[in-house]
Each structure stands twice: as structure tokens, then as C-alpha cells.
């Protein structure tokens, strides 16, 4: 059966994608960015997953503000990269996982869920900045994405038990899907920032702290937390934040936390980063099935010898 094996948050922020495009990112400032993530990619080449989940939002790219779907799910087989107003990034073209996304969709909906279905769909930044965190820059990503965008640039977004819920249908759709693969679910955007208005440039590290502290211990009273604490806390677009209520309901109530990166500034927001073990800390060792098959036929043919 599929399983869900870890979950990773991050910031999604354009700026790291043009700071990868325009070959920056060995610059002072976005070298302390990147050097958040270097155990980030370590750590994901030995996980490598079948499947990642990508929660993420659009950023009126695939949809323009005529259509804004609350809780969109890529069913496509691939999807490119959008033209945010620079021509597309230079980013391979996101392999989807058709199979397992129509899986979810119809145990989601069936659940209460009425996802959107995204049969051909472009991705922007929201969704390509966080796999180039993760994978880095291959000329192909290393296993099929499916993505899930959320509501969170017109009010009102999902609130967070919603997005926390809906991580919870994902858990017992990946848990009923019959093939044995190895998911992970990312959630992305935040931390605190707002980007307009007289608070522009707002920054709290305060609760950008608490909130990763109540994300791997009490997920489900920070899920509870009101629209307007995130406004007034985390600025108008730290909403974003609630698509990482979506990874982290997907995973189990008890998690182990195995990596937390923070970091201000990047462009005008707060980075954060964190990785989620939803196996007890195994996610990295990778079942060695050829080796155990080998390991097996080795005791029977001494126990045959000794037998003998
Ligand atoms: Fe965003």
C-alpha cells in the first residue's frame, strides 16, 4: 500500500526562483538562503520518494482572478511551467501521477471534499520554487508531483482546520492506494509577510517560531487559530501559511521533527523550513528490497545445509 513518509514545509518565495534563473545564488545574501537547504537536498536524495504532494497556491497564473478554485488537484499527466510575466522559468516540466491523483480525488470527494479537478493545468513559482529547494536543479525532477493548489490570494482562503482536514482525506486516500509507493506531502508559502500596504515588509519571527514549534507538537490547536491572527501577526500574506496545514494533516498526530531551517530576510518575507518524519525517523532509510531478498534465500540455504 502506499504510505505517506514524511512532509516538508517551505517558503516559496519568486525571488529564490530568479536568484536560481540569474545564477545568484552563491551571492552573500541568497547564499544564506540557499545554505538552509543544502541538508534539505542531502536528505531528499536519500528519501527519494515516488510521489510528492505539492499543496502550494497559484498566483493568478494557471487561473486569472475571473476563476479562483478554493482547492484545485492536478489530475494531468504533466504540467508546464507558467509565464508569470518573464517567460516560463527554466525549469523541467512537472511530471504528474494521473493514477494516484484521480485515486485521491475520488476518496476526497466522496470524504466531503469537492476538490476542483485540474485536467491540464500550467504551475508557477508556488510550485516550482519549493522543488528546486528539495531537489535542487536536475534537468528532469526526480519522481512525478501532483499538485494541489489552494485559495489563498482572494478572500476568504480555507480556514486552517479545513486545510488540516483535507490533509487528513489525502492520509486515508494515499493509505487506500494499492501500490507500494512512498509519498511526501510538501506544504508552501509564508512565513510572515505582507507585500502592500502601510504594514508592507512586516516580519514576525516571534510567531513564525511558535507556529513551526506548534506544527510538529500541536497541530491541531494551531489549525484552530482564526483568519485574523494570521492578519494580524503575520501580515496579510502570511495566510499562505495555512496550506501547511494540509501537509501536516496528512500526516500522523505524533511526528519527528528532523530539520528546521528560519531565516529574514528573503526579498520582503520570513523563510521558513521544516522537515517532518511521519515514520519514527526512518524516511531516509530506503527498504532495501533486492538486499533483504538476498539476505533471506542466504539463512534458508544454511538452515537447508544444517538440516542436511
Ligand atoms: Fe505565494
Redesign the pocket.
Known sequence: MAKIIAGLASS?VPAIGAAIDNGQTEEPYWKRVFSGFEKTKQWMAQVKPDVVIAIY?D?ASAFSVELIPTFALGTAAEFAPADEGWGPRPVPVVKGHPALASHIATSAILDGFDLTLANKMEVDH?LTVPLNLAFGSPKEWPCPVIPLAVNVVQYPPPTGKRCFDLGRAIRKAVKSYPEDLRVVVFGT?GMSHQISGPRAGLINSKFDKAFLDGLTKNPKALAAMPHIEYMREAGA?GI?LVMWHVMRGALEDKVKEIYRFYTVPASNTAVGHIILDNTGGSAARRPAKKAAAKATKKKSKAKARKAA
Open positions: 516559496h497556491n498566483h508556488g508559502g500574506e499562505e
